[in-house]
């Protein structure tokens, strides 16, 4: 090897380990249920600014002064409320064959999207179906669509996207049902919040967000620990910290970057004190950079 040849080889894999750490330019957000619930509300937000989080995801609230001291606290602090989980789809699934069943999904699913107009967050995450004895996978399939056509008037009317989440609920068990599922609504505000770590058990997230791609417009991050339970006999994930886990965040890293992916992305792990959660964010911020 010449001099000259060595240099242009060590150059350009200078450039390539440069370009494997470059940041994503993606918001690092918090599930607001981490936050210590012995603090006040402004306390919660103030701490998850103080651990390094630019934004939080926060429940269903029907608590109308809750919900108003919520976005004070959320001005107060520039924490940004960027998604609302919905609260009642796995109580109340819009699978249900039960009429009063699906109308209660449906109640707190309105109240979700009031919450998210008032917080100005972009998203609702929606668990849309549940697979069960009494539900087949095809009567999830069509009874939760025909649901979500009915509140997606009220979701084009305040701008708030319906972000369908994949979970252990027998339900959307691929990426590629995950794409067509949403594909079948024809519509902008239908999208899809991927969460990172609820598919390892079935799949590799990497697959999954390269066959989404434009379809995802959340992200959650959690990681797991891969055992084999004797007293079952099956493989088991228990959740870890981010980067203790069997996930391959470089994978991950690589397949974002892919797609360009630059929304939120919202840990979502056990809670804990404010030395945990500095400790998430920083290890969250290694994931972000590729490491």
Known sequence: MTRRTFLAASASGLALRAAASERLPIHKAVLFSML????????????????????????????????????????????????????????????????????????????????ASMWGADTVL????????????QEAWDRSQTQIRK??????????????????????????????????????????????GNVVLYGYPQDWIRTLGKRIVKLHIKD????????????????????????????????LKEIGYQGSATVELDGGNKEYLADVSRRFDLILSGQ
Request: hydrophobic share 40%.
């Open 224 to 255: 797991f620990s891969f055992r084999e339970d004797r007293t079952i006999k099956k493989r088991v994930a228990d959740f870890v910290n981010l980067r203790d886990g069997d996930i391959d965040w470089k994978e991950v890293y690589r397949a």
């Open 126 to 137: 929606v668990v849309p179906a549940v697979v069960n004895p009494e539900t087949s996978y």
């Open 36 to 115: 210590p619930s012995q603090l006040s509300i402004l306390d919660r937000f103030q701490l998850a600014r103080d651990t390094g989080f630019e934004q939080t995801e926060c429940g269903t609230t029907d608590d109308q002064r809750q919900a108003e001291e919520i976005l004070a606290a959320s001005k107060k602090t520039g924490i940004r409320i960027h998604s609302v989980m919905n609260r009642d789809h796995w109580k109340y699934p819009l699978s249900s064959r039960d009429p009063d069943v699906v109308a209660k999904s449906m109640e707190g699913l309105k109240t979700s999207f009031r919450n």
């Open 151 to 196: 509140i997606l008037p009220l979701a084009e009317e305040v701008k708030v996207i319906i972000a369908v989440e994949e979970v252990w609920n027998k339900f959307l068990l691929s990426p590629l049902e995950m794409a067509r599922y949403v594909d079948e609504f024809q519509s902008p505000w239908v999208r899809s919040y991927f969460d990172v």
